[in-house]
């Protein structure tokens, strides 16, 4: 995507880790501009994956950081992480686009399918158009904080820890409802005839 945010950096501050650039970009807009640009790859892919629209998907990620620079003086650790901080204003923002517009939110299959069976690949699991529409359709029906957790967890590759800062849990729920996530996904594939065994056989939790 092409990116707004054009800034005159120095070399040193790439070294900086972000607790500390915070602090500088209260005040400095290279500051800023370098954690807008450690961050716009991921945030833009993880609004991506929850609008399915590249459209708006810049759109709502140049809304992240306008809203993140606009409010940065304010911004204080406390535990959550600026990374956190930023998926947190992605999360409400999609979450304003979905109700605004009245759509359903789209997670690629592909990115996570691999989590219900870690021996199958994607394309000897979905042969066909049609097996693939039943998998995205029951992602569909999961509840958007499930939706939320595998796109962090299968599109990000953020580790349960990370999850649990963006989401405001522990780590040990993110694993909870990781795990009851995987079981109601693999029960409502069965009911499709699209994976062999009894529900909630054979989950395997990946640990972060």
Same mark, same amino acid.
């Given at each position: 995507?092409?990116?707004?945010?054009?800034?005159?950096?120095?070399?040193?501050?790439?070294?900086?880790?972000?607790?500390?650039?915070?602090?500088?970009?209260?005040?400095?807009?290279?500051?800023?501009?370098?954690?807008?640009?450690?961050?716009?790859?991921?945030?833009?892919?993880?609004?991506?994956?929850?609008?399915?629209?590249?459209?708006?998907?810049?759109?709502?990620?140049?809304?992240?950081?306008?809203?993140?620079?606009?409010?940065?003086?304010?911004?204080?650790?406390?535990?959550?992480?600026?990374?956190?901080?930023?998926?947190?204003?992605?999360?409400? =923002?999609? &979450?304003?686009?979905? #109700?605004?517009?009245?759509? %359903?939110?789209?997670?690629?299959?592909?990115? !996570? $399918?691999?989590? *219900?069976?870690?021996?199958?690949?994607?394309?000897?699991?979905?042969?066909?158009?049609?097996?693939?529409?039943? =998998?995205? &359709?029951?992602?569909? #029906?999961?509840?958007?904080? %499930?939706?939320?957790?595998?796109?962090?967890? !299968? $599109?990000?590759? *953020?580790?349960?820890?990370?999850?649990?800062?963006?989401?405001?849990?522990?780590?040990?729920?993110?694993?909870? =409802?990781?795990?009851?996530?995987?079981?109601?996904?693999?029960?409502?594939?069965?009911?499709?005839?699209?994976?062999?065994?009894?529900?909630?056989?054979?989950?395997?939790?990946?640990?972060?």
């Amino acid at each position: 995507m092409a990116k707004f945010w054009q800034r005159k950096s120095k070399q040193n501050l790439k070294d900086l880790p972000d607790s500390e650039l915070v602090v500088l970009a209260k005040s400095n807009n290279d500051a800023f501009g370098e954690l807008y640009e450690r961050y716009v790859d991921k945030i833009y892919r993880y609004v991506y994956y929850r609008t399915g629209n590249q459209h708006d998907a810049e759109d709502l990620t140049a809304r992240v950081f306008f809203r993140a620079m606009s409010h940065i003086e304010n911004y204080t650790e406390r535990g959550v992480p600026f990374q956190a901080w930023l998926y947190r204003i992605a999360h409400n =923002l999609v &979450a304003n686009w979905h #109700r605004d517009r009245s759509r %359903r939110k789209i997670i690629p299959l592909e990115e !996570f $399918v691999t989590s *219900l069976h870690s021996d199958t690949p994607p394309d000897e699991l979905a042969e066909n158009a049609e097996e693939r529409e039943f =998998l995205l &359709a029951a992602i569909r #029906r999961l509840p958007a904080e %499930r939706q939320q957790l595998l796109t962090l967890k !299968f $599109v990000e590759r *953020l580790s349960n820890a990370a999850i649990a800062d963006i989401m405001g849990r522990t780590e040990g729920a993110i694993k909870s =409802l990781y795990h009851r996530t995987l079981i109601a996904l693999r029960e409502d594939l069965q009911t499709q005839n699209l994976l062999p065994g009894n529900p909630g056989e054979n989950i395997q939790s990946k640990q972060g």
